[in-house]
């Protein structure tokens, strides 16, 4: 059965803290791996990684992605509470209607 | 930004009620999903659509059914709700040609409360 664990489930920073995220997963026949983020609405895409060892960045945000050890990492630096968001991790595998394995996600809550 | 609307955005209904989720895309996107998410747990697909006429259930079994006349549109109906449905809902949907590794753009949800 295909698995999505993420980790912290929660943690509290301060403003311009980094934060690092994690996502483990077991999945059968692995496609993809994306990040999203939400705040009280949908959850807004950040990143999909398909490759190891690939690092994606869009400005104070980062993730990678190791396909041998099962797992991603996102980073959050110099962080805002404009972060303040629970992190979804989703992969996808090769079945053929495209659906998305979701972790529980991450709340993060960054203080000023 | 994604054009994918949900209506209504919250809801409370009495026992036994039926209620109708909706849910329209002006994206074009063959691919549909709708997700169940309670606080502090991962969303759980409860049913899926390929194409027009094309509906399955998802990995969490749920008594709500689907319907998929047109494509731009995905509802979702509970025929008798109970307080075990008070759920968030999440639609979401897909591009077409992106079968296993495009994002998908969800919806704001819809916030069901049953009592």
């Known amino acids: 059965e295909d698995k999505v664990v993420q980790s912290p489930l929660s943690l509290v920073v301060h403003e311009g803290d980094t934060v690092t995220l994690n996502c483990s997963y077991e999945v059968t026949n692995f496609r993809s791996l994306l990040w999203y983020k939400q705040e009280k609405k949908a959850p807004t895409f950040l990143f999909m990684l398909t490759s190891s060892g690939i690092e994606k960045k869009s400005g104070r945000l980062s993730s990678i992605l190791d396909k041998k050890e099962l797992f991603s990492i996102l980073n959050i630096t110099a962080t805002q509470t404009g972060d303040s968001a629970i992190y979804l991790c989703a992969v996808g595998g090769s079945d053929s209607w495209g659906k998305l394995q979701f972790g529980a996600g991450t709340q993060v809550v960054v203080t000023p | 930004e994604a054009d994918i609307y949900q209506t209504p955005r919250y809801l409370v209904i009495g026992t036994g009620k039926k209620i109708t989720l909706e849910c329209s895309q002006t994206?074009?996107?063959?691919?549909m999903y709708w997700y169940q998410q309670d606080p502090g747990m991962e969303l759980h697909l409860i049913h899926y659509s390929y194409g027009v006429n094309s509906t399955e259930k998802g990995d969490l079994s749920s008594e709500s059914t689907v319907s998929r006349i047109r494509t731009e549109h995905f509802p979702l109906t509970l025929e008798s709700a109970r307080p075990s449905h008070t759920s968030q809902y999440l639609c979401?949907?897909?591009?077409?040609?992106?079968?296993?590794?495009?994002?998908?753009?969800f919806g704001e949800g819809s916030r069901l409360t049953v009592l």
């Open positions: 979401a949907s897909r591009r077409t040609g992106t079968v296993n590794t495009g994002e998908l753009f």
């Open positions: 994206m074009g996107h063959d691919k």
